[in-house]
């Protein structure tokens, strides 16, 4: 960690990194920025500035050239454990119970930690989600099966294809092509009652709803940038799965 003769370059990274991990593990932007100015306050730098996009983190104290830095944020995920970490290190930080050295390191713990859910219980989660929403959704108990098998395949090959191919409207494309292909498929097969319902329930798991919310959040915060781009972001997932279901509704 590289330490400016008079500490600023070291508080600029600690803010960095927290804000990188907050906004790389789903977090608003508006909270992204609140805690980066939070921390540097708390180590004695009032004045400082930070702007965050969904893309990027441009932070600086006291407007200062030398301590400005560009941060390029490039792939996002979602961890809320993180962020709620790191929120109790800026909680820490403030009540004065952390040193700049001791918080960088477990920042450092928390970015390099691997905190997710394991690959086989995100497709167990998905598929009882899926089934469980078909009765929610006022289906039939009949419908429960289909969803499940057709929403965890999705899951399944929205995972798949997104490791071979990392573009996400295309993984999320073919992921709800093949559940709309095996909600068919299924109710064919007389496995359930109501295709309609099979169908949106097995596509719940692909739905952006939590960058729904972060977008409403942010341009309720007045976050007009952030806010609009994480809306257009979901608006493309939203097309991307209702294209797929078109697509094999025109099919059949």
Same mark, same amino acid.
């Given at each position: 960690? *590289?330490? *400016?003769?008079?500490?600023? $370059?070291?508080?600029?990274? @600690?803010?960095?990194?927290?804000? =990188?991990?907050?906004?790389?593990?789903?977090?608003? !932007? +508006?909270?992204?920025?609140?805690?980066?100015?939070?921390?540097?306050?708390?180590?004695?730098?009032?004045? #400082?500035?930070?702007?965050?996009? &969904?893309?990027?983190?441009?932070?600086?104290?006291?407007?200062? $050239? #030398? !301590?400005?830095?560009?941060?390029?944020?490039?792939?996002?995920?979602?961890?809320?454990? =993180?962020?709620?970490?790191? %929120?109790?290190?800026?909680?820490?930080?403030?009540?004065?119970?952390?040193?700049?050295?001791?918080?960088?390191?477990?920042?450092?713990?928390?970015?390099?930690? %691997?905190?997710?859910?394991?690959?086989?219980?995100?497709?167990?989660? /998905?598929?009882?989600?899926?089934?469980?929403?078909?009765?929610?959704?006022?289906?039939?108990?009949?419908?429960?099966?289909? /969803?499940? @098998?057709?929403?965890? $395949?999705?899951?399944?090959?929205?995972?798949?294809? *997104?490791?071979?191919?990392? @573009? =996400?409207?295309?993984?999320?494309?073919?992921?709800?092509?093949?559940?709309?292909?095996?909600? +068919?498929?299924?109710?064919?097969?007389?496995?359930?009652?109501?295709?309609?319902?099979?169908? @949106?329930?097995?596509?719940?798991?692909? $739905? &952006?709803?939590?960058?729904?919310? %972060?977008?409403?959040?942010?341009?309720?915060?007045?976050?007009?940038?952030?806010?609009?781009? =994480?809306?257009?972001?979901?608006?493309?997932? /939203?097309?991307?799965?209702?294209?797929?279901?078109?697509?094999?509704?025109?099919? +059949?």
């Amino acid at each position: 960690m *590289h330490v *400016h003769p008079n500490g600023n $370059v070291e508080i600029t990274q @600690i803010c960095l990194l927290a804000g =990188k991990i907050m906004l790389a593990s789903g977090a608003e !932007t +508006y909270r992204v920025e609140d805690t980066m100015m939070r921390i540097a306050d708390a180590y004695g730098y009032e004045n #400082s500035h930070s702007y965050v996009t &969904p893309t990027g983190i441009i932070f600086a104290i006291n407007g200062a $050239v #030398s !301590t400005t830095r560009l941060f390029r944020i490039a792939t996002r995920s979602t961890d809320l454990q =993180k962020v709620t970490l790191v %929120n109790d290190i800026s909680r820490a930080i403030t009540r004065g119970e952390l040193a700049p050295e001791e918080a960088y390191k477990k920042l450092k713990r928390i970015d390099s930690a %691997n905190l997710a859910y394991p690959v086989w219980l995100q497709i167990a989660a /998905a598929a009882i989600s899926s089934g469980c929403f078909a009765i929610m959704f006022r289906g039939t108990w009949p419908d429960f099966l289909p /969803a499940l @098998i057709a929403g965890g $395949v999705g899951f399944v090959s929205y995972i798949y294809v *997104h490791r071979l191919i990392p @573009i =996400k409207f295309f993984a999320e494309f073919m992921a709800a092509t093949i559940t709309g292909l095996l909600s +068919y498929f299924c109710y064919q097969a007389g496995l359930g009652n109501e295709l309609d319902k099979i169908i @949106i329930s097995a596509v719940m798991p692909l $739905v &952006p709803g939590l960058v729904i919310t %972060n977008a409403v959040r942010d341009l309720m915060a007045g976050h007009l940038v952030s806010g609009l781009s =994480k809306g257009a972001e979901a608006f493309l997932t /939203a097309f991307a799965i209702g294209a797929g279901i078109a697509f094999v509704m025109s099919i +059949y």
